[in-house]
Nanobody, 127 residues
Framework: QVQLVESGGGLVQAGGSLRLSCAASRRPFSTYAMGWFRQAPGKVRKFVAAISQSGGTTYYGDFVKGRFTISRDNAESTVYLQMNSLKPEDTAVYYC????????????????????WGQGTQVTVSS
């Protein structure tokens, strides 16, 4: 079983930046594809970004539009989500997730592809 712990959330003004981190407890971390999802109150969980085991392939949700960057440090067993130009509509609980499967264009945004989830970190963007 993999334990994931997110951090880095908080309150930020519109236009600001945050960097989320997600540390995994199980190694080798490099065998896991990683993803970020978010869920706003009363809404369904939505895909944000994903990164392959090597870090060579990334996917983003349409709403990201160049504002967010996902990256990973396999030596530190950590995945990051750099979020810039934040908007009030980015307010949500952000979850990281992992899968032992291979990231493909057919599965990267499917929550069912990911077997383990973190507890989430709150991001609040004020206007």
């Amino acid at each position: 079983q993999v334990q994931l712990v997110e951090s880095g959330g908080g309150l930020v003004q519109a236009g600001g930046s945050l960097r989320l981190s997600c540390a995994a407890s199980r190694r080798p971390f490099s065998t896991y594809a990683m993803g970020w999802f978010r869920q706003a109150p009363g809404k369904v969980r939505k895909f944000v970004a994903a990164i392959s085991q090597s870090g060579g392939t990334t996917y983003y949700g349409d709403f990201v539009k160049g504002r967010f960057t996902i990256s990973r440090d396999n030596a530190e067993s950590t995945v990051y989500l750099q979020m810039n130009s934040l908007k009030p509509e980015d307010t949500a609980v952000y979850y990281c997730a992992t899968s032992v499967g291979y990231l493909r264009s057919s599965n990267y945004d499917d929550a069912g592809f990911y077997g383990y989830w973190g507890q989430g970190t709150q991001v609040t963007v004020s206007s």
